[in-house]
Structure formats: structure tokens, C-alpha cells
């Protein structure tokens, strides 16, 4: 089992910014790719973002392009989340994943390919 753990949910006006964290507990971080997923109520769990094992690849879903980016710290073992011009639509619980990397710069946009989940956090983002 590889835990982790997700911080900097809450709630935040339209228009504001947030960060989230994804810390990985394991001592191979390095060969895992990370992503994001993020599930609103009622809806089924969608990708968000993901990036490479080795953070200098990464695919962001249509929806936040221009408004979130993915980010990591190998040497911290812990991937980021920044979302700007966050819109009410973007509520939901965020969820990060690991999955084992066959290459260097993989990327996986669906959660079939992920091992290993978080408990998720919430944003909440009011109008």
C-alpha cells in the first residue's frame, strides 16, 4: 500500500485561488506518476490533471486549462494543485492517485491506470 494524503481544500469565492497538496508516502515517489481526479455530487469522478514521474510532462483536462496547473516536489515526496479563477462549477471533492510509471515522461488521463487513492478533499467554490 502506498498512502496519501491530500490538504488545502475549503471554500473559496469565484475568482479566488487555491492550492492543493498531494503528499506521498512512499521512498520510490520518483517512479510514480500523480494525478488528480475531482467528483462533484451526483456526477461520476473526472480527471483533473496528471503528471510525469519525473514533473516535466503533464495534461491538464479541457475544463481547467488556463486556470489550474500541476506541479512536484520529488524531494518532498508531494505533487501540487494550483487553481486560479476557480468557478462554481469546479466544487467537488478532488482526489489524487498514483500509478507505477512504465516510462519516464507516461501520463495517465483515466483512473483504471491509478493503484493507489487518497481520502480526498473538498472545495467548495460559491458564487
Known amino acids: 500500500q502506498v498512502p496519501l494524503l491530500e490538504s488545502g481544500g475549503g471554500l473559496v469565492q469565484a475568482g479566488g485561488s487555491l492550492r492543493l497538496s498531494c503528499t506521498v508516502s512512499?521512498?520510490?515517489?520518483?517512479?510514480?506518476?500523480v494525478g488528480w481526479f475531482r467528483q462533484a455530487p451526483g456526477m461520476e469522478r473526472e480527471f483533473v490533471a496528471c503528471?510525469?514521474?519525473?514533473?516535466?510532462?503533464?495534461s491538464i483536462a479541457d475544463s481547467a486549462k488556463g486556470r489550474f496547473t500541476i506541479s512536484r516536489d520529488n524531494g518532498k515526496n508531494t505533487v501540487y494543485l494550483q487553481m486560479n479563477d476557480l468557478k462554481p462549477d469546479d466544487t467537488a471533492v478532488y482526489y489524487c492517485?498514483?500509478?507505477?510509471?512504465?516510462?519516464?515522461?507516461?501520463?495517465?488521463?483515466?483512473?483504471?491506470?491509478?493503484?493507489?487513492w487518497g481520502q480526498g478533499t473538498q472545495v467548495t467554490v460559491s458564487s
Open positions: 492517485a498514483a500509478a507505477g510509471a512504465a516510462y519516464d515522461e507516461s501520463l495517465y488521463d483515466y483512473e483504471d491506470r491509478y493503484n493507489y
Open positions: 512512499t521512498r520510490t515517489f520518483g517512479g510514480y506518476a
Open positions: 503528471i510525469s514521474r519525473t514533473g516535466l510532462s503533464i
